[in-house]
């Protein structure tokens, strides 16, 4: 079983909808990261926080907020998705920010927009 | 800037056969951290080594094997005696401090790796 939970595993939504997908580590790692995996593709990262605060944005469309509550938690709020936004949404934790430590993946948010 | 060819994009073996995945990363950094993953049909992608650039020395764990190559920038995975489980894609990564401060493994394409009975 992985160590890093998300849910749900699966989501349909519309244009219009709003969502939220979420991310839990109980690890006690510093680090986490959302990723959007398409078809046959490798992780593109999307975004870095680092103790709480995000580090990292790589550039994501503002229909993409993400959220990090506290240590353990990582929300990715949606709104207004493209049917280009379908993807495998994966979280990933990892001890800390440093970049020689092993990122621990979830099973991944399966989206579908309609 | 940082990059990692796979250049087998699959692998199609029978079980107990034998199967080696290249990885090929180029880096301008002298410090750096390769990783290989699996990544099943389930999603997860699931940690399986990190080397760093200054150890060079090869790794045996259990079926998997590394040999990793500063000489040739190669970082190649063997599985020994494949089994239908071993059935996934395998991404190589790379992490350096110039990708992000160090927050970002740039991955190759992922080679997926097919074990039939």
């Known amino acids: 079983d992985t160590e890093v939970t998300q849910t749900p595993k699966h989501l349909v939504m519309g244009m219009t909808n709003k969502k939220s997908l979420k991310c839990e580590q109980h690890?006690?790692?510093?680090?986490m990261y959302w990723y959007k995996q398409k078809a046959k593709k490798p992780p593109e990262l999307m975004f870095v926080?680092?103790?709480?605060?995000?580090?990292i944005n790589e550039s994501v469309p503002s229909r993409f907020s993400p959220e990090c509550p506290n240590s353990s938690l990582l929300n990715l709020h949606l709104h207004a998705l493209q049917p280009e936004d379908s993807a495998l949404y994966l979280c990933?934790?990892?001890?800390?920010?440093?970049?020689?430590?092993?990122?621990?993946f979830g099973d991944g948010t399966r989206l579908s927009i309609l | 800037a940082q990059k990692v060819t796979q250049a087998q994009t699959e692998i199609s073996v029978v079980e107990k056969e034998d199967v080696t995945l290249d990885c090929v990363y180029e880096?301008?950094?002298?410090?750096?951290?390769l990783f290989w993953y699996k990544q099943p049909p389930s999603g997860e992608l699931v940690f399986l080594i990190r080397?760093?650039?200054?150890?060079?020395q090869n790794e045996i764990s259990g079926r998997y094997s590394w040999n990793f190559q500063k000489s040739t920038s190669s970082f190649n995975f063997t599985i020994t005696a494949s089994q239908v489980v071993d059935s996934a894609v395998y991404f190589c990564?790379?992490?350096?401090?110039?990708?992000?401060?160090?927050?970002?493994?740039?991955f190759g394409g992922g080679t997926r790796v097919l074990v039939k009975p």
């Open positions: 990933a934790s990892s001890r800390g920010g440093s970049f020689n430590q092993p990122q621990h």
């Open positions: 690890m006690g790692h510093r680090a």
């Open positions: 926080y680092s103790y709480e605060k995000l580090s």
């Open positions: 880096t301008r950094d002298t410090t750096y951290y």
């Open positions: 080397r760093n650039s200054f150890d060079e």
């Open positions: 990564a790379l992490s350096d401090l110039e990708g992000a401060a160090g927050n970002k493994l740039t």
